[in-house]
């Protein structure tokens, strides 16, 4: 991709009492989970989402990693941007970078996701279309940046 | 119903460390999705979970009462059982009584969901069918008890 | 207490993905875990919090009701409202009612949670003491509004 | 280590309705919080969980990996078995493997967990003891196994 330094797609989420573990901070799976947020935020701006609903065509997650670098506790807000950071051919990854909002922001956590485009109807890979590729490309290039 | 001192339907669930939060005793939520598993437990043996599939008539829920007993901790398995305790025209009730399971069963939790038959496609409540009514009566009386 | 149809404390909290199940909506059990969150900024703002820290006397749940008025998805923003319509002598309730903002804000549930003031030293119920009784009376006058 | 292909610790999860998100398959932070439980058998079998407690040095999560190789639904349970598959001066991996219990079991993810020994007094690393070092050794070795 071309870009690499920009973030299209992000969404900002206040940490939830219940989102802490016995630890007394924030546990370590929902930090998974506020990157599927801001994920379903770029199918939906990118048009993956209604891809899936209209022809069955749509992402499936292969794979996650994780790098945790501080906790976070309630009373916190976490931004949470993405962008897509490599395009095969029925395949594409997309880099997480989350940040504890304030004066000072910090960096909490940054992750990447390898999906895999999936035809459900046939239980197959398939390719990413043209279409999405144009899109996807000018989402990153910052001409589409529709967001929460 | 006839047989109010009768658990047809159970299922035993291992505590999960990340089901504690940070008071360092399992969240108040999760007792609640106990008591879903063990409902929908209860859908697949009465033929609901196959009503909604095929006809679009299913069960909401309506509403949720639960008394919290004694905390639960990391370690201990939980008891979940469950029974028809109310069926109306188009609602029913199902209770809940949840034991962490020992040489000596503690209860730790009792709960109550209401339920409403609805109909998916035209949005409206829908009576609770004879068959239904027949399955969920034998259920209770002991004479056809599906459980995991 | 004197104020019925005030909310004091409140909280706005977006829908995740994650939130959603497999029946489309979100989970029943997420709704309680925002109602979760609206009580604990309650328990920060009325001292609550501290005194359970400064002296391991503190709030515990003994009950909670709920009842659920309208499916929510992901996309919308829910507003959480609290208020305190019970003190007793070692005992609370608190209200909740959830609402999706928007143009038109739709009430989408509303709940109740039995509270006990438990003096986790002596393992015993405690009474609320004058002090969080009179900074709880100014709460719910809307002279002290802390919220998120 | 010594032992690559034995997987001394493990722990069998049946799947919960709620564990399932709007795809209708188990979201795939469950399979995190999966491992998670495991690891916590870990630590409480090889003294780690009674060291934090005991002098405030435990194990901290600092990455984690997962590769996602088949769907899980509502009905399956899941076990899941972890090794130390490193141990370093100041951290440790941990791998997982999660398999569906049947009569041809298939196996469903795998997963590292990258772990440091944390000194919560001095918020630094701190050395994996030479004691936890030999029954983490036993363990591995198969000549202590406790598990649940």
Redesign the interface.
Known sequence: MAHPQTWPIH????V???D???L?HV????Y???M??A??HYFDACGLSDSYKDTGIGPI????????LRPVV?GETIRVETRMSRMGRTSFDMEYRLTSVSDSPQQVAKGVAKCVVYDYNTAKPAPLSDTLRSVIEAIEAGENTPS?
């Open positions: 969404c900002e989420l206040p939830q009492w219940g802490m573990d016995a007394g546990n370590h799976t929902i998974i989970k506020w599927e947020t994920r379903m997650l292969a794979a996650i990693e994780v790098d945790y309630f929460d």
